[in-house]
């Protein structure tokens, strides 16, 4: 394959990296993984050597000619702003992998991988949350997704702090009782809440690990527990609010708008907590179409590239179904 009929596609995410080079006929040419590489975390330089090496893990021998491929499309983690497009933008461009780039939020990737044409909401739950809306007319709304500090709820790692907040106080008598106090005592392999904090305190557990209370949440809320279906139930109407506001904003409430749920955390929550986030979507818009995407958002990547050059429509669904068995 000529570097005319290459496309490097890049979703970056907090905790993990995926790159896939496909063919302009949808044929999938090179893959590779690797580790987060959010410019947000680890820094625009550090960033742009972890994609390199997965770009040459994907392309093995065509490190000595560039460009290799006529188009990038790099969607991360951590580019909020546009100043931080542009600096990434900057970055990779000096590294010539392709005549062309678009460099944008990994949140869009999601967008494109779970619509026909990338028109629609998306939302991504990981370790953090965020959403992001294209209209049919191209206009797009978005959020900083920042955390507390722009207003964020939820995310992988604060429902984990939920999880460990509330079997503290059911412990420690501050809180009411729940079933969270023995499974979070459990997962750690303690007797008590208060031996996880002490070990978390003095780093003898990694704070990452608080990540792991979080399907640990939705397995308690499953079987019962108030406590915790109160914390999922504020988790569905953030998700909910999320779409919702994106819907308004660019006047998608009518017809029959596509919303797209993402992220480690909204796809292995279960059918009974997809379906109430629909429930609450439809209450705004009665014709939405509310999915959990099925294939991994880099495939979203490549067809923002195979639009670029116009391929027909069979051809991004042969890229779809070739994926969708290979990656997932």
């Avoid at 079987?223 to 919702?244: I, K, M, P, T, Y």
Wanted: hydrophobic share 45%; glycine share 14%; charged share 20%.
């Amino acid at each position: 394959m000529t570097p005319a009929g290459t496309v490097i596609a890049i979703d970056g995410g907090n905790s993990k990296t995926d790159v896939l080079v496909v063919s302009t006929e949808g044929d999938v040419l090179g893959r590779s993984r690797g580790p987060g590489a959010s410019p947000q975390n680890i820094g625009v330089a550090a960033c742009v050597e972890v994609l390199e090496g997965l770009v040459l893990q994907a392309m093995p021998g065509v490190a000595g000619r560039r460009p290799f491929a006529v188009h990038t499309s790099a969607y991360l983690a951590g580019l909020d702003f546009p100043r931080e497009e542009e600096v990434l933008h900057t970055a990779l461009a000096a590294r010539g992998w392709s005549d062309t780039l678009t460099v944008g939020n990994d949140t869009l990737a999601l967008l494109r991988a779970g619509t026909a044409d990338g028109v629609g909401v998306a939302v991504v739950c990981g370790a953090g949350i965020n959403c992001a809306a294209i209209g049919p007319d191209g206009a797009t709304h978005r959020f900083p997704a920042l955390g507390k500090i722009s207003g964020d709820w939820g995310g992988g790692y604060r429902l984990g702090e939920e999880a460990l907040w509330w079997a503290v106080r059911a412990e420690d008598g501050r809180g009411p009782g729940t079933a969270l106090r023995s499974a979070v005592a459990t997962e750690f392999g303690e007797e008590s809440v208060v031996d996880v904090v002490r070990r978390l305190h003095f780093a003898e557990l990694p704070r990452a690990g608080i990540h792991r209370l979080c399907p640990l949440l939705f397995r308690v809320a499953a079987a019962g527990d108030e406590v915790a279906q109160n914390v999922v139930g504020r988790f569905v109407e953030e998700v909910s609010v999320l779409v919702a506001v994106a819907l308004r904003k660019l006047g998608l409430t009518a017809g029959t708008p596509e919303v797209v749920l993402g992220g480690g955390v909204l796809t292995g929550v279960g059918p009974p907590v997809i379906s109430e986030v629909e429930r609450r979507c439809l209450k705004v818009a009665p014709g939405a179409v509310v999915r959990v995407v099925d294939v991994d958002p880099v495939v979203g990547s490549a067809l923002f590239g195979l639009d670029r050059f116009g391929v027909p429509d069979e051809v991004k669904a042969h890229l779809r179904a070739l994926t969708r068995r290979m990656l997932r």
